[in-house]
Structure formats: C-alpha cells, structure tokens
C-alpha cells in the first residue's frame, strides 16, 4: 500500500512520459542570409515564439547568398531556408522544392522592392535617377539571385539590354568594398549592403531604391518529401515567424537591435535604416500576386537568355499551411492591408499566366 502510495505521489509531482513527449518541443534546423529582410527567424528565436509554439529550432550560420542557403538545404544541414530567385535555377536542375509562405514580399500588390537599391561612385558617370546613364558601365550583382533579377528589371525599365552593360558577380559582403576600389562602378543588392555603402563609400551616390520595378520573391522552402511528413511542424514554424513579422513592424528599433547580432559586422545605425525599408514588404501571407511573382520572374529570365525553361509555379508553390495559419491566427495579420478579393486565394488555387 504504501509503496503504491508513493508511486502516485511521484505521479502527481512529475508528468508521465507521454505528457512528456508531448511537451517535447518539435527540433528544426532552418537557414538564412545575411540580410535585414531574413531577420523574422532570429527575432522569433530571441523573443520566444519558436518555443510558443512547440518548436526548438537551431538557425545555420547566416548565409552569403540564397544559393548558399539552398546547397545547405540539399546537403542536410538544414530542414528549410529562406530564398527566392536561386530557387528558380534549383528546380530547374531538379531539385524537388515546396513554397510554403513569404519572408519578404507582398499579398496586396505586384511590385515589392522597397528592400534593393542602386549605389554607383560619385565619378562613376551614373547619374541619380536617370537609369539610362548605366549604359557602358560595370555592376556588381550576385548571378542568380533577387538582386541580379533588379539590375535586369532595371535595365528593362531603362530600355537598355543586359548587354549594354558589364554585369560582374559579386557576393554581397564584397560589393561595398569593389565600389571604393573603383573595381565597379555601381552595385545592386539587398540591404544592409546599400546603407552600408551610403556611409562607407565618399561621394556615393543612390541611383534608384526600390521603385516597384519587380516583385520580390522572399519564400519559406523546404523539399518536397520532408513536407510531405511535416505539416503540423510547418504551420507551427509559419505561425511564429508571422507573429515575430508583426512584432518587428511594430517594434522596428528593436528589431534593428536583433539584427547586429544576427549579421556579422552590422552596426546598429546602419541596421535601423535597413529596418525602415524592410518592413514595408514583411508580409508572409500568399495570394494571386506571389503565384504571379515567381512566374514573371521566370518569364523575365527566360526571355532575356538567363535561363532555358521554366516551371509551373503550381507544382512549386503550397499555401494551404500559411492559409490554415491566416484562418487559424488572424490577429497576426491585422496590422497589415486586407488581400483584395480577386487575388486572395484558397486551398486548391490555380494560377494561370
């Protein structure tokens, strides 16, 4: 009896072990670059909501480029990553990706690129403003990603071909350093590398920023087979990056704060900056207009020889996770503009050009 008895007390004092396993919070290994427009990951790691929501999550070392981000991904090293345009030249080399929500971008419009800037030297002959006096010059880009996907938008805007120019690739941490070298003339990427160069580099000059010239594609990714296994994790993982996404467009100071322990050398003025531009397109939401991004963007790279085919952005694009989240949580949506009615979409949506 009274060994009975203290087996009940050890009961009521420590949960079982299925309660245990059930508060096992959920291990997930996500990747990011080093750029503002990321942050929502260590934001919701620092602040909690990770663990809110049953998730121990492990972020990779920040990544140079989304391409860098996407060969971790297939190497195992992490379960989901954060990128845009590199997944393009993926999928089209067979790697088997599922797009689950945005980190970057916008439901409410086409174009979204508050996030990208055009910085030229001061005796670069490139004139603010005026995109066709890029003609004959040499820019940095990083071939393959968003930034890359910008110069070309730019270039098109402008009436010029790629070919009117000498666009040279560049990692991102790289390009502030190339223009005070005078081994470019201008430079085209994601922040914080643009405010950087505005303070570092005498006499720069900021040709263009944003502009709506393209729509940023900024996506949640991960293979196929491991969503196909993980979709409660998924709606877990969507749910707290949503909530840190609006926790950083109402706290931007301190979200500027996170983001210098986050990207290697950042300093806070410089993160601040960065922040004003990057929650104008922090919407994580997926409507008509993220299906129709990610097909223009491959139209545009096609058309201009960048690559040979394309996709079916319905094959690659899965919403009903950030749906049942949008359902499920509406208040981490509130702060953002309402999804018309002809580009909201619903499980089973298909896109057609």
């Known amino acids: 009896m009274r060994r009975l008895s203290m087996l009940l007390c050890a009961l009521l004092l420590s949960p079982s072990l299925a309660m245990a396993q059930a508060k096992d919070p959920i ?35 920040p990544y140079a480029t989304g391409v ?10 992490t379960d989901m990553v954060q990128a845009g345009v590199p997944a393009i030249g993926a999928i089209l080399r067979n790697m088997d990706l599922v797009f689950l929500g945005n980190f970057s971008g916008n439901a409410t419009k086409l174009g979204s690129d508050a996030t990208l800037a055009l910085i030229a030297n001061s005796d670069s002959g490139i004139i603010k403003g005026d995109l066709k006096s890029l003609k004959g010059k040499k820019i940095a880009t990083s071939f393959g990603t968003i930034n890359h996907l910008y110069i070309l938008g730019l270039l098109e805007k402008a009436g010029l071909a790629p070919t009117d120019v000498t666009l040279i690739n560049t ?21 914080p590398a643009p405010v950087i160069a505005m303070k570092d580099v005498p006499g720069a000059i900021e040709v263009i920023r944003g502009g709506d010239v393209i729509s940023y594609l900024g996506f949640n990714i991960a293979l196929r087979p491991w ?32 983001a ?5 050398g950042l300093k806070l003025d410089v993160a601040e900056t960065a922040m004003q531009y990057n929650i104008q397109q922090v919407d994580r939401r997926i409507s008509a207009h993220n299906y129709r991004a990610l097909w223009k963007a491959q139209d545009t790279l096609q058309r201009l020889g960048v690559i040979k085919s394309v996709f079916d952005v319905n094959k690659h694009i899965e919403p009903k996770f950030i749906l049942n989240v949008m359902n499920t949580y509406p208040d981490l949506f509130s702060d953002l503009q309402p999804i018309p009615a002809d580009v909201a979409i619903k499980p089973g949506f298909v896109f057609k050009p």
């Open 27 to 61: 291990k997930l290994k996500v990747g990011m670059v080093a750029a503002v427009d990321m942050l929502a990951l260590p934001i919701a790691l620092e602040r909690g909501f990770f663990e809110k929501y049953g998730l121990d999550v492990t972020i990779a070392r």
């Open 68 to 77: 860098d981000a996407l060969n971790a991904l297939q190497a195992g090293e």
């Open 171 to 191: 990692p991102p941490p790289e390009m502030s350093v190339a223009l005070l070298a005078k081994g470019v003339d201008a430079f085209v990427c994601w922040d």
């Open 227 to 258: 969503v196909e296994k993980n979709g409660a994790t998924i709606e877990k993982f969507l749910a707290a990056v949503s909530e840190a996404d609006q926790w950083m467009r109402k706290n931007p100071k301190q979200a500027a704060a996170i």
């Open 260 to 264: 210098t322990r986050w990207i290697p």
